[in-house]
């Protein structure tokens, strides 16, 4: 019989959707905001997101005792990283264009945030959402959140531009606001493990695991080291190289606006034809659409080269990451690790960190190089993680 999606997944599900408004400012403005202010400084937007991620890296590993030993606190975690993070947007609207000086400081605060709410989250979406409703309940979320995309950057592109960002910045802040209420609408009983409480330990976690199970989830730990170089490198390169062909939010806005439309155009023709059958066909078809798009910065940085790019950026790599979502949560009931779910979150997500910091770490030495022929270079390297994660993923699905 099939299910359906409870109260608690959507209040989590609207929280993801609130949660991308405030993420879409927070990163996407930002980082314009950010050049804006320090005449096209890369050096600083690498240092902001090495220390965002080397945060939640750091925030799952001590977080993981307290979700493991006592469930219900998850969301009490999930709630508090919503509240942190409201005082995040706070510090950007009081900063104003020092945040430029204080950049550490707030790159910290944002990081703390990040960590108490996505280390709380990916653990209480394995649990809340069933393995026959997750390709439903990811990809609708995708859609749904790539529809915001459509609608948002336009009006926050616009709206900064006629206004100010720090303007825009308080009505985001309102939108924290909304998101804690709608958490409370999350069932802590959802999370009570009825068997028995096992104390958080990697190392017993790893020696509860069969050969075969160790050997498969090797190729699960590269392939979210590889989403992590993929997914957030890439996604702050072409902000960049935007912000600095195109020049305004409003640019930046239209630009994301329509890219939106093709990502969740591809998205929805995934929902409703993929099959396992066609998991080799549409692996190839997405590495090499992507490296075709890569081949035009790499000869020349123009404004045709730069659409065509995201073009292809666009309507593949999110798909990559849905398949990415989707295998990582089922594996858990698949190796029937439920016990051990926020020790296998804890590796997960230090492999993700570790290629999010490792793309960064090789950002921050362009910028400090100074070089386009060097920006060409990290483009192609990210770029190439691509077809990497394809091939990876393939052996995933096919062991």
């Given at each position: ?45 690498s240092i902001y997101y090495i220390i965002l991620y080397a945060l ?344």
């Amino acid at each position: 019989m099939k299910s359906t999606i409870n109260k608690s997944a959507k209040a989590l599900m609207t929280c993801d959707l609130t949660n991308s408004i405030v993420s879409l400012f927070g990163e996407t403005f930002l980082v314009a905001y950010f050049l804006q202010i320090s005449n096209e400084n890369i050096v600083h937007v690498s240092i902001y997101y090495i220390i965002l991620y080397a945060l939640l890296a750091l925030g799952s590993f001590l977080l993981g005792s307290v979700m493991k030993i006592k469930p219900q606190k998850r969301v009490v975690i999930y709630r508090l990283g919503i509240v942190i993070k409201s005082v995040y947007i706070l510090l950007i609207i009081l900063f104003k264009e020092k945040i430029s000086q204080y950049f550490v400081f707030v790159a910290i605060f944002y990081g703390i945030a990040e960590s108490l709410y996505w280390s709380a989250h990916d653990v209480m979406n394995m649990e809340i959402v069933d393995n026959y409703n997750r390709k439903s309940y990811m990809t609708t979320k995708r859609i749904l959140s790539k529809l915001i995309h459509i609608i948002i950057p336009i009006i926050l592109g616009t709206s900064i531009e006629l206004t100010s960002f720090m303007n825009i910045s308080i009505y985001i802040f309102v939108l924290t606001l909304f998101q804690i209420i709608i958490s409370l609408y999350i069932d802590m009983n959802k999370f009570e493990f009825k068997g028995k409480k096992e104390k958080y330990s990697l190392n017993k976690f790893m020696n509860k695991l069969s050969i075969v199970q160790k050997e498969k989830l090797k190729h699960v730990y590269k392939l979210s080291f590889l989403y992590g170089v993929m997914m957030d490198t890439i996604r702050v390169l072409v902000i960049i190289i935007t912000i600095m062909t195109f020049k305004t939010s409003l640019n930046l806005g239209i630009l994301t606006t329509i890219f939106s439309i093709c990502t969740m155009i591809s998205l929805y023709v995934f929902n409703k034809f993929y099959q396992k059958k066609y998991l080799k066909s549409l692996l190839i078809f997405c590495s090499v659409l992507v490296i075709f798009g890569v081949i035009g910065l790499l000869l020349n940085i123009n404004r045709t080269t730069l659409i065509i790019y995201n073009f292809t950026y666009s309507i593949t790599v999110y798909i990559l990451e849905v398949m990415f979502k989707i295998k990582t949560d089922n594996i858990v009931r698949e190796y029937n690790i439920e016990k051990w779910i926020v020790e296998y979150h804890t590796f997960i997500d230090f492999f993700m960190e570790l290629g999010r910091i490792i793309g960064f770490l090789l950002m921050l030495v362009i910028g400090l190089l100074n070089n386009i022929v060097y920006f060409k270079v990290l483009l192609l390297i990210v770029t190439v993680s691509i077809p990497l994660y394809a091939i990876t993923m393939y052996r995933v699905e096919k062991t």
